[in-house]
């Protein structure tokens, strides 16, 4: 995988945006690989589709791609809030590469994929409406809010200029496919706790430590009335898909970062 663009690729474009556009399109379609099953080959779609950027010749999986020179921040900026809420709740919404470049270097500092079934709901962010003097006064646009994915659904090809060997990037992306599988209340739990996981800096942490975040939980599943019980349920679903270890007396181990 090589870190630089090729440059070349940008001749005949005067607009920045543009040239953004056709180097980190070129560099995705020449050195990315699909995470989901390994193949190396990865079909551009036609500009501005409203599927996706690529498709996976083996596996049918679909990518879109999202690009920032110099540094990531908290938030992407993305389109339409609505159609992005409608997108994420299809059948056939896309994963999404992340990529962030040098804009003195032209080299590649991070590329990630965050498979579509983290998607849920709490991670994209309703914008304020545009002005009244605005040219599309009233449209609302949205954020992906990516300090709100945990990091065992940020999967890195490369982290701050290191590159990641493929077998770990697939091995990372199969440890959490049966998201994709779970039904979507489900799957928002599972991705919560998850979540709260990630912030207990220890490898091991007790039962005890998920319960004093219970009004988190009760804030974004006001409807449920067993939290605690949820909660148990949820760490039984991690350590049976080999995320966590259960130590017994409501400890547990992390088995991946």
């Known amino acids: 995988?090589?870190?630089?663009?090729?440059?070349?690729?940008?001749?005949?474009?005067?607009?920045?945006?543009?040239?953004?556009?056709?180097?980190?399109?070129?560099?995705?379609?020449?050195?990315?690989?699909?995470p989901s099953c390994g193949n190396d080959e990865l079909n551009q779609f036609n500009n501005n589709s409203p599927v996706a950027d690529f498709l996976c010749t083996t596996c049918k999986s679909e990518y879109e791609l999202k690009s920032k020179?110099?540094?990531?921040?908290?938030?992407?900026?993305?389109?339409?809030?609505?159609?992005?809420?409608?997108?994420?709740?299809?059948?056939?919404?896309?994963?999404?590469?992340?990529?962030?470049?040098?804009?003195?270097?032209?080299?590649?500092?991070?590329?990630l994929v965050i498979p579509k079934h983290y998607f849920i709901d709490n991670i994209i962010e309703k914008r304020k409406p545009l002005s009244l003097t605005a040219r599309r006064s009233g449209w609302i646009g949205c954020n992906i809010?990516?300090?709100?994915?945990?990091?065992?659904?940020?999967?890195?090809?490369?982290?701050?200029?290191?590159?990641?060997?493929?077998?770990i990037v697939i091995e990372t992306w199969s440890k959490t496919s049966f998201l994709a599988n779970q039904k979507k209340e489900s799957r928002g739990w599972t991705i919560e706790v998850l979540k709260i996981i990630d912030k207990i800096p220890s490898k091991e942490f007790n039962l005890a430590d998920i319960y004093m975040l219970e009004d988190?939980?009760?804030?974004?599943?006001?409807n449920n009335n067993f939290i605690k019980d949820k909660i148990r349920q949820q760490l039984q679903v991690l350590r049976d898909k080999g995320l966590l270890q259960f130590k017994g007396n409501g400890r547990y181990k992390k088995l991946s970062d």
């Open 1 to 34: 995988m090589n870190l630089k663009f090729d440059v070349s690729f940008s001749t005949g474009y005067t607009s920045s945006s543009q040239i953004a556009r056709v180097l980190t399109e070129s560099w995705v379609k020449q050195n990315a690989f699909c």
């Open 216 to 222: 988190s939980f009760k804030e974004k599943f006001p």
């Open 145 to 167: 809010l990516l300090h709100s994915i945990p990091n065992s659904g940020k999967i890195f090809f490369i982290k701050n200029g290191e590159l990641i060997n493929k077998k």
């Open 69 to 111: 020179k110099d540094s990531f921040s908290k938030r992407i900026v993305d389109g339409a809030y609505s159609t992005m809420i409608e997108r994420i709740n299809s059948e056939n919404n896309p994963h999404f590469f992340f990529l962030n470049y040098s804009s003195k270097t032209f080299e590649v500092s991070n590329f």
